[in-house]
């Protein structure tokens, strides 16, 4: 019987999230416990890359830490950004973080629709002679560095802040009774091991979002229960309502 499920992400801040329904509708406790934090790299972690702010007329974000970590780059390196600087963001919400730093001005702030780069590049191309700083986590891959080529757009990609275990802390380690786990990237299974070197599976049911993700599961000499997308449920929680509604 499944009655206590961890989702490792952030608790979702609309009360519309679809988890809360499944929680509702199926009489499940959800607990909301992220197994992975983003922290930034330091100025002097930063300076080992040799890349100097101001050598680039525009920046690229694909996250809010990529935003925050520029920023707090900027300050600690003592750089000021300049007034003309672009910033070029896969979505809009993104785009309107930036007034957090700056005086948000259209002209000098453009977005995608989607989240993806590839929406993006084509506004890129239409600027084309800006030199692009691309701000990116300790895991990527070259997806980014591609596209651009592709598009004959000068272009440098550099680490601004990694993914680490977000530890647990003793008090959270005695209370860890759930009977079902969902994760979302391959970090959060290795969290996971590292918080927990001797966990057994047993009954636990075991959820995972993307390959990678589900891979690092069956790496680990884990048994995975659950995962998505597929055709029919592409996201988690479509994949996860089906999954309780079955068991009940």
Same mark, same amino acid.
């Given at each position: 019987?499944?009655?206590?499920?961890?989702?490792?992400?952030?608790?979702?801040?609309?009360?519309?999230s679809?988890?809360?329904?499944?929680?509702?509708?199926l009489?499940?406790?959800?607990?909301?416990?992220?197994?992975?934090?983003?922290?930034?790299?330091?100025?002097?972690e930063?300076?080992?890359?040799?890349?100097?702010?101001?050598?680039?007329?525009?920046?690229?974000?694909?996250?809010r830490?990529?935003?925050d970590?520029?920023?707090?780059?900027?300050? &600690?390196?003592r750089?000021?950004?300049?007034?003309? /600087?672009?910033? !070029?963001?896969? =979505?809009?919400?993104? *785009? #309107?973080?930036?007034?957090?730093?700056?005086?948000?001005?259209?002209?000098?702030?453009?977005?995608?629709t989607?989240?993806?780069?590839?929406?993006?590049?084509?506004?890129?191309?239409k600027?084309?002679?800006?030199?692009?700083?691309v701000p990116?986590?300790?895991?990527?891959?070259?997806?980014?560095?591609?596209?651009?080529?592709?598009?004959?757009?000068?272009?440098?990609?550099?680490?601004?802040?990694?993914?680490?275990?977000?530890?647990?802390?003793?008090? &959270?380690?005695?209370?860890?009774?759930?009977?079902? /786990?969902?994760? !979302?990237?391959? =970090?959060?299974?290795? *969290? #996971?091991?590292?918080?927990?070197?001797?966990?057994?599976?047993?009954?636990?049911?075991?959820?995972?979002?993307?390959?990678?993700?589900?891979?690092e599961?069956?790496?680990?000499?884990?048994?995975?229960?659950?995962?998505?997308?597929?055709?029919?449920?592409?996201?988690?929680?479509?994949?996860?309502?089906?999954?309780?509604?079955?068991?009940?």
């Amino acid at each position: 019987m499944i009655k206590k499920i961890l989702v490792s992400q952030p608790q979702p801040t609309s009360e519309k999230s679809p988890y809360f329904d499944i929680a509702k509708d199926l009489d499940v406790e959800l607990v909301f416990r992220p197994f992975i934090k983003v922290e930034g790299l330091t100025s002097k972690e930063f300076r080992q890359q040799r890349i100097n702010l101001l050598d680039y007329t525009a920046v690229v974000f694909t996250s809010r830490h990529a935003i925050d970590n520029y920023f707090t780059l900027a300050k &600690e390196l003592r750089v000021t950004i300049p007034e003309d /600087m672009k910033y !070029f963001c896969v =979505t809009e919400q993104i *785009a #309107l973080y930036i007034q957090k730093y700056i005086q948000y001005r259209k002209r000098k702030v453009f977005f995608g629709t989607t989240g993806k780069i590839a929406d993006l590049v084509p506004t890129m191309v239409k600027h084309k002679t800006e030199k692009y700083l691309v701000p990116l986590s300790d895991v990527h891959n070259n997806s980014v560095t591609e596209l651009l080529d592709a598009k004959k757009l000068q272009h440098k990609e550099c680490i601004m802040y990694r993914t680490v275990s977000n530890d647990f802390t003793p008090e &959270e380690k005695k209370a860890f009774d759930y009977d079902m /786990m969902i994760f !979302f990237s391959p =970090t959060g299974i290795k *969290a #996971l091991m590292k918080n927990f070197p001797k966990f057994k599976q047993g009954d636990i049911k075991i959820a995972a979002f993307g390959p990678s993700t589900a891979k690092e599961v069956t790496d680990n000499g884990l048994r995975l229960d659950l995962q998505a997308p597929t055709p029919e449920q592409p996201s988690m929680t479509g994949a996860l309502k089906a999954f309780l509604e079955k068991k009940k």
